[in-house]
């Protein structure tokens, strides 16, 4: 038999939501004002109108919404739209990943937000969100990936503090805070950032004798930014548990607002082990996986692990995913070749305090911001001078036994790539006339996926490379004689 739902009456402010601060909240704070001065705006009549509309559309849209599940429980079908009707079909196979969340005001009202992803879904954002009634999702949750014989690991406080600290940014809390402040201050009807920046403002004068008032305003403002993401990072990851079955694994986060994410093994299109500045300084490291269709806001990728040590996370990941960890890489940039790695870090190390010098003379006002500048420079390229030290001794790649790996650093992080030789979609082979010396090339290796997640391995040996292709693809070597 079949079993057909329909969506939660919460939809109705999910469909309302695009209109919420350019018409709803205008004719809120209208009647608000119209109750209590008794004063009647005329354009109040045009934003009743309006919004009566936007509430018909959202209404109707409700109530053609569908869910349904075959009697096999093998095929799922959504219909929804209102001018133009839409159904689509999927089958249960298809499903790569769904999640489910619930917070305080859905728990309140008996609702659960449900997203379902599949392999061939839009990049950055799920193919189909929807909120509906607890039983009926319980009811449908039989066509679902579910994890069997799992295993259940739960992360300490002290690791979530630990992933917080390192993967928080002052960008990603400049990208969260700001607009919660615009829409903040739109609700509330005053300047809240106002505020804020003249107690920034107070706070940088006090220093102004030891530091440039502006350092102090930019240092202040990261900082905000970044303590914000830290905060932020922590109380949506509190809870953090993962559940490893035989074919799926479940992600299990949040105490407030619950989210819990399944996805199936087959579905991950590689497992990425990263270690940031601040994961560097603690020795620890954390596991990500990049699932096909998964869309979150930042992209594909999943925190499995939140922090651990290189033994442990291997351990995690020859348990979970079965992939063993080369003792040796099998291409490996040649003994002698450090001074590639260290070429432009040394050039704009010497560079950077000429130009800032020169730049001074010609503006002795912003003298005492440029040194700043340039001390901050000169300590990124003490650390890209670590990082291609690390790439000459630890760097490399291997293909073989249907597996890939390799080690590299990006963005000032160092990554370890593991996934299926097959999910390789493209390699690019570069050589620069000075790299023919040595010989040495450049690899970029882009795995299939949405996001096309790729890793840049530098100044390897292009015989080694040479030879793996001969063994791996049939290349014959006199192809790489460049």
Request: charged share 20%.
């Amino acid at each position: 038999m079949k079993r057909e739902v329909r969506g939660h009456p919460l939809m109705i402010l999910d469909y309302l939501y695009p209109y919420l601060f350019l018409l709803i909240l205008p004719t809120i704070r209208g009647l608000i004002h119209f109750f209590r001065t008794g004063q009647y705006d005329k354009l109040l009549n045009g934003e009743i109108l309006a919004f009566a509309l936007a509430l018909a559309v959202a209404l109707l849209k409700w109530r053609n919404f569908r869910l349904t599940v075959d009697e096999n429980y093998s095929m799922l079908r959504i219909r929804y739209g209102l001018f133009y009707r839409h159904e689509s079909i999927i089958r249960q196979d298809r499903i790569s990943c769904y999640s489910s969340e619930r917070n305080p005001v859905l728990s309140l009202l008996s609702a659960v937000t449900f997203k379902i992803d599949t392999e061939a879904g839009r990049n950055g954002k799920a193919d189909f969100s929807f909120k509906l009634y607890a039983r009926d999702f319980r009811s449908i949750a039989r066509i679902l990936p579910v994890t069997t014989n799992s295993a259940t690991h739960r992360t300490p406080f002290s690791k979530l503090l630990i992933m917080s600290a390192a993967t928080s940014s002052a960008v990603s809390g400049i990208l969260i805070g700001v607009p919660l402040l615009n829409n903040a201050a739109k609700l509330f009807g005053f300047g809240l950032q106002e505020l804020i920046f003249a107690q920034i403002n107070d706070v940088s004068n006090r220093f102004s004798r030891y530091i440039p008032p502006i350092v102090n305003v930019i240092t202040l403002i990261f900082l905000a930014a970044y303590l914000f993401s830290f905060f932020y990072t922590l109380f949506r990851n509190l809870n953090f548990r993962v559940r490893v079955g035989r074919e799926d694994i479940s992600v299990r986060a949040g105490i407030l607002s619950r989210r819990e994410t399944t996805f199936k093994k087959s579905a991950v299109n590689n497992v990425v082990i990263q270690q940031s500045f601040v994961l560097r300084m603690i020795r620890h490291y954390v596991l990500k996986v990049s699932i096909a269709g998964y869309s979150e806001k930042k992209g594909e990728n999943a925190v499995l692990i939140p922090a651990a040590r290189r033994q442990e996370m291997r351990k995690q990941l020859t348990s979970m995913f079965y992939y063993k960890p080369p003792q040796n890489y099998a291409v490996r940039p040649p003994i002698g070749s450090l001074g590639r790695f260290l070429l432009w870090p040394s050039i704009w190390f010497v560079l950077i305090p000429v130009l800032t010098l020169l730049i001074a003379d010609f503006l002795p006002a912003f003298r005492e911001l440029l040194l700043f500048l340039m001390f901050a420079l000169m300590i990124l390229l003490l650390y890209a001078m670590t990082l291609g030290i690390n790439n000459y001794r630890y760097g490399g790649l291997s293909l073989g036994n249907g597996q890939f790996s390799a080690h590299a650093s990006r963005r000032f992080s160092i990554r370890e790539l593991y996934c299926d030789s097959e999910k390789i979609g493209c390699w690019r082979i570069r050589c620069f006339p000075a790299d023919l010396r040595t010989p040495i090339c450049k690899v970029r290796i882009t795995i299939r996926s949405e996001s096309a997640e790729s890793i840049y391995v530098r100044h390897l040996s292009l015989d080694s490379m040479a030879s793996l292709f001969e063994r791996e693809y049939q290349v014959p070597k006199n192809c790489f004689n460049l």
